[in-house]
């Protein structure tokens, strides 16, 4: 086993969701930035396992992984926007691309992409599906209008419908529901594959490889436990960074520590935002 290199593998989607939560805009806000503040993330925890704060941290590191999923290139139809939407053109895709560019520059990173597959059509989100169907109880008067039209002998004969003021004020709130709907109430049925796959191979590679003493996983759900089960009985330092998420206690059981590389800001106008330990220039 190589003594005391350290590999950090990072999640990029789960990362990037919870710093562009936690921290401010001036370390999230380009690839520039984040890059940045990945580095910050393995030199923290680099220091921390080693004591080394030096300008030759990296020694200590035998790899950082940045896993996540190219952006999805198809073209989609919006029901709402009533437009073709190309998505390798938006800029989301743009951004990530700029963000991937920019990570394969930086010494001793590792890209490891997976891809995103289209699983349904557009669906609302889930938000907004509860009340969605409560409309369908709203509308449960207009079968008055469908047993009328179903009687009538002349189809240029107009049909009424007799409404109490509760059951008009129902058919309204239907209507409102569904003429307010915005076209971010909507989203393809994209799927993220091969990432987990991803983190749990390099896990047991470098497990069986005996190509480090520990493994930093910087992510947020148990997936990763039998992958963290077979470093361990291998006899991996295993330590676990969930950006400051709480973990279910009985996930401490398949870790050897649970730590963070970044500093989590307190909420105040006046708070340090900083990272605990200064990188050196």
Not at 128 to 143: G, H, M, N, S, V
Not at 256 to 261: C, E, P, V
Request: aromatic share 6%; proline share 5%.
């Amino acid at each position: 086993m190589s003594a005391g290199q350290i590999a950090i593998l990072i999640d990029g989607g789960y990362f990037l969701k919870r710093i562009r939560q936690e921290l401010p805009p001036e370390h999230t806000s380009t690839p520039e930035q984040i890059t940045k503040t990945v580095r910050r993330l393995c030199f923290n925890h680099i220091a921390r396992i080693t004591g080394d704060r030096g300008k030759l941290w990296q020694k200590h590191l035998y790899r950082a992984f940045f896993y996540d999923a190219a952006p999805y290139s198809g073209v989609a139809h919006h029901p709402i926007a009533n437009r073709q939407i190309e998505f390798a053109k938006s800029a989301l895709a743009l951004d990530r691309y700029a963000l991937f560019e920019q990570l394969r520059k930086e010494r001793k990173l590792a890209l490891r992409l997976g891809k995103v597959n289209r699983e349904h059509d557009w669906a609302l989100s889930p938000k907004l599906t509860k009340t969605a169907l409560k409309t369908r109880q709203q509308l449960a008067p207009l079968q008055g209008l469908a047993e009328q039209m179903g009687q009538a002998t002349d189809p240029a004969q107009p049909v009424q419908l007799q409404l109490s003021a509760e059951q008009a004020k129902l058919l309204l709130a239907a209507h409102d529901f569904w003429h307010k709907l915005q076209a971010g109430d909507v989203a393809l049925g994209l799927r993220q594959k091969g990432v987990d796959m991803r983190i749990a191979i390099d896990i047991a590679s470098l497990t069986l490889k005996q190509q480090v003493s520990t493994i930093v996983l910087v992510a947020g759900d148990s997936d990763f436990v039998p992958a963290a089960k077979l470093a361990r009985r291998e006899g991996m330092e295993f330590i676990l960074d969930p950006l400051w998420q709480n973990v279910n206690d009985d996930l401490f059981e398949h870790i050897d520590a649970l730590q963070s590389g970044l500093k989590r800001p307190v909420r105040a106008p006046d708070a340090d935002t900083s990272s605990e330990l200064e990188m050196p220039n």
